[in-house]
């Protein structure tokens, strides 16, 4: 069956009237998604692999309002919000032809974040594995398993880290020849077992810069087509992929924390050598970093810092020994965080249904 015919697949035609509601995860990349391949849409330049973070999360609740031409209002915190319409105008022209059904229903579509706006930490992922798993469901009959495979499909039309979004256990998103089952389409889950040592950790989020990034992750992908280095990067995330894996499945935390860095700083060297190049980083989030290095010397403990396409700080850990690592936090942390602020979520998760009240 061709990728077409695959993804167009659907049991009901969503009537008017009804509706449903679903949270989904934002989640955290352990090697980096940055780059797109050319004459595709958001088919990623190398594979990439992530943790749901599943206290930070977007609720979306989708209706079908009436029939007729397509259209959607968009509602955030129980607002209007316009400024977001042409990201989703984007997104449904896109995914229209495996949603046929919403050529004629005009749709209302609410959105909240349970983490604050304005704290630099991207809600796209979340809120678009939101909106795409409320449209499944719409047009998944009753009693019927939800394709999750579809829902990560059209997210990551939406955005494409969106697409990991879907699974408690590490996605993998992007195609690898060491990974049965990958697809540059859609976002699979961990085949292995993951060790137990990874499974009881945290993201605290160091808020350094709460502002609007100067340049988009959308402009960031497309510096890496004339980038001098990209095709030494693209090798190096799919051999940082293929030893993550390996990783996650023997439980050695050193390695584990060797790549999480070193991917970090890989993809903030991308930026920096772009033409025209950008830094995204602060004062604060080089202090940060140099703060962590310095009390895992001299604790021994289990935690290490990744960044994504920003300028705040997350702080990785094994939760065994949360307590020395929040006091670590609280003492030595906030002062370079902005307004004293952090945001911590356990690792896992994956979309939710909100039952109506
Ligand atoms: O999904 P996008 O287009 O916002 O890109 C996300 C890129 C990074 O967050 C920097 C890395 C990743 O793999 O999530």
């Known amino acids: 069956m061709d990728n077409l015919t695959r993804f167009s697949e659907f049991s009901v035609t969503p009537l008017v009237g009804s509706t449903t509601k ?11 998604y940055w780059g797109k391949k050319s004459g595709g849409t958001q088919i990623p330049a190398n594979p990439s692999i992530s943790w749901s973070l599943s206290d930070l999360k977007s609720t979306t609740n989708v209706s079908i309002l009436s029939q007729g031409d397509f259209g959607f209002e968009f509602w955030l915190d129980g607002k209007p919000k316009p400024s977001f319409e042409p990201k989703l105008t984007e997104f449904f022209q896109r995914i229209m032809e495996f949603c046929p059904w919403l ?24 809120g678009l594995g939101a909106l795409s798993t409320c449209l499944v469901d719409l047009e998944t009959a009753e009693g019927q398993e939800i394709n999750w495979e579809k829902v990560s499909f059209l997210s990551r039309l939406g955005s494409g880290s969106a697409c ?49 990034k100067s340049v988009s992750s959308t402009q960031g992908h497309s510096l890496l087509s004339n980038h001098p280095y990209a095709s030494a ?36 060297a991308m930026m920096q050598t772009s033409v025209p190049y950008y830094l995204l980083m602060r004062p604060n989030t080089l202090a940060i970093i140099e703060a962590i290095w310095k009390f895992r010397e ?21 939760c065994e020994k949360k307590l020395d690592i929040m006091n670590f936090v609280e003492e030595q942390l906030l002062p370079y ?17 909100i039952a109506n009240e």
């Open 22 to 32: 679903w949270s989904c995860p934002s989640n955290i990349a352990l090697v980096k």
């Open 164 to 212: 990991r979004s879907m699974f408690s256990k590490p996605a993998i998103w992007g195609e690898s020849s060491t990974i049965e089952g990958s697809s540059d389409l859609f976002a699979v889950e961990i085949p292995s077992t993951v060790h137990s040592n990874f499974l009881n950790w945290e993201d605290c989020v160091l808020i350094v810069d709460a502002g609007e």
């Open 103 to 126: 050529k004629s229903v005009k749709l209302k579509i609410e959105s909240t974040n349970n983490f604050p706006h304005g704290t630099g930490i991207a809600s796209s992922a979340a």
């Open 298 to 318: 001299s604790t021994g403990l289990p935690l290490c810092f990744t960044l994504d396409a920003g300028a705040n700080v997350h702080l990785l850990y094994n």
């Open 233 to 268: 990067r693209f090798e190096m995330a799919s051999r940082n992929l293929t030893s993550m894996v390996g990783v996650l499945e023997n439980g050695d935390t050193k390695a584990f924390i060797e790549i999480v860095e070193s991917e970090a700083l890989q993809l903030h």
């Open 337 to 353: 965080c902005e307004s004293g602020r952090y945001l911590c979520s356990s690792i896992g998760g994956a979309p939710k249904r």
